[in-house]
Antibody, heavy 118, light 110 residues
Framework: EVQVVESGGGLVQPGGSLRLSCEAS????????MTWVRQVPGTWPEWVAN????????NHVDSVKGRFSVSRDNAKNSLYLHMNNLRVEDTAVYYC???????????WGQGVLVTVSS | QSALTQPASVSGSPGHSITLFCAGT?????????VSWYQQHPGKAPKLMIY???YRPSGVPARFSGSKSGNTASLTISGLQAEDEADYYC??????????FGTGTQVTVL
């Protein structure tokens, strides 16, 4: 059975930092592209970042470049999103997912809420 | 990267067919056969319904089908059922090596 579980969300002040974690099981994690998507409730999803199975390729959406960084630890079947200099507009539910060859996300976590507010 | 354009809402009667559209550009939808469709019920994570324009993942009913013409992708739901009422989002790979989602369509089953 596939399981994808995010953690690490919460309330943080503008300018603060947070690290999201995602633990996956039930599929070959170390050879799978993984991705982060966020969604402000009531609006459409926004792709945030992805990373190749071996960690050699990383891509980030322009709005988070220089502030967020995706990483992974294949020994722990875990994906991370390091978020620095957080802004109010980063407030969203953050989802972790497995990205297949065509770029689609076939396995999703339940999401974790990040709230940036003073 | 601007979001792909989808109509805000579409409705249909049970058993009928509806088609959802997703308009992009030659830098995303029109340039690659990497268009996906997701279904999202309130409070839930999105669920993959179509990938690479026309393919259905295992477990997705055959009444869901996808296609593309130029810069516009389509999702057709045939034999509409009550449980199909949800938000639907398209997504595409883009020239800038990223992915972009559509603005979403709320499907209502009358």
């Amino acid at each position: 059975e596939v399981q994808v579980v995010e953690s690490g969300g919460g309330l943080v002040q503008p300018g603060g930092s947070l690290r999201l974690s995602c633990e996956a099981s039930g599929f070959p994690f170390s050879t799978s592209w993984m991705t982060w998507v966020r969604q402000v409730p009531g609006t459409w999803p926004e792709w945030v970042a992805n990373i190749k199975g071996d960690g050699s390729i990383k891509n980030h959406v322009d709005s988070v470049k220089g502030r967020f960084s995706v990483s992974r630890d294949n020994a722990k079947n875990s994906l991370y999103l390091h978020m620095n200099n957080l802004r109010v507009e980063d407030t969203a539910v953050y989802y972790c997912g497995r990205q297949n060859e065509g770029g689609s996300i076939d396995y999703w976590g339940q999401g974790v809420l990040v709230t940036v507010s003073s | 990267q601007s979001a792909l354009t989808q109509p805000a809402s579409v409705s249909g009667s049970p058993g009928h067919s509806i088609t959802l559209f997703c308009a992009g550009t030659s830098s995303d939808v029109g340039g690659y056969n990497f268009v996906s469709w997701y279904q999202q019920h309130p409070g839930k994570a999105p669920k993959l319904m179509i990938y690479e324009v026309t393919y259905r993942p295992s477990g997705v009913p055959a009444r869901f089908s996808g296609s593309k013409s130029g810069n516009t992708a389509s999702l057709t739901i045939s034999g509409l059922q009550a449980e199909d009422e949800a938000d639907y989002y398209c997504s595409s790979y883009t020239r800038s090596n990223s992915h972009v989602f559509g603005t979403g369509t709320q499907v209502t089953v009358l």
